[in-house]
């Protein structure tokens, strides 16, 4: 089983996935080679996944065969799986948690050629729905704190298979990073009693500097203070903490703000790898002694997409320091995505 282990000196999480321990030979550059003969994620493969635990089968058809337009499976090799007990312990200055939580894949289309940025906004809106079916059920389990989808595309933003795909994965602790957020969205709360997204999405609609796109439901501009050249992050005008309650006219809306950022991502940068992740509000499992964790979070929490095409990698400044040089502030960024020539849509 993998392993959750907590450094008490950079005070981060690693999942240690021993199962599938790679050996030195595994990371040579020429042995990172994609095959796609037999896809498992193409129609009729079913047989050779785990069992689907969700679908949307607009013809009825039943599970693990064709039919089929978005299918969530359970991860062929877990990073952390659904079976144990979490067996929260200290070894000496250590703490140790085992690897559980749930790890799956969302196949997005039966189409193995086709890219996300092709996809209609209709076909985004079943992968939204897809995962928000799975956000549901899963925060079912008390054990998971939270549950993040994401989705990398293209083998520098690790995806191994082609296949357009997301994954989701339950973990059973808040990441500290999102905790970080999660503190100064409440903190900012306290303070003026107004949701710290909102705030910032008016003022950014207000200036229009970094605005990307932005439309009757949603927003999509490039952060001020960008870590990555050409972040975009997406969030619903109107306030909500949790994706879950989007309705399915919201996630229809949400898929027409990604078409259109991915169409002008792909045209600008030459369809870039990237990495999408789904920031929604954590499982409020009541902990012991601390009652006020979340009792603003609905006011306080404002769901959103973050967006990052993988053009550089983090070099040993920034993973020293967690201190990241941007080579294109996001005022230029979002002039070009802004500027991008795309056909109209399909
Ligand atoms: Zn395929
Ligand atoms: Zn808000
Ligand atoms: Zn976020």
Redesign the pocket.
Known sequence: MSQLRWDPLKLHWVIMADEQSRKPRDFFTEWRTVTTTLCPFCYGQEGRTPAEVYALRPDGSPPNQPGWRVRVIPNKYPLLRIEGELAPRGVGLYDVLNGIGAHEVIIETPDHQRHPADFRAMELADVFRAFRARIMDLRRDGRFRYIMPFKNHGLEAGATIPHAHSQLLALPVIPPRMRQTLHACREFFHRKER?????L?EQELADGRRIIHADRDFVALAPFASRHPFEVLI?PRR???DFCQATDAVLLALGEVLREVLRRQRSVLRDPPFNLVLHTSPTAVPRPGRPDLWHSLAQD??WHLELVPCLARPAGFEWSSDFFINPTPPEDAARFLREAEISAGV
């Open positions: 949701c710290l997204l909102c705030d999405l969030a306030h909500g903490h929490f404002h």
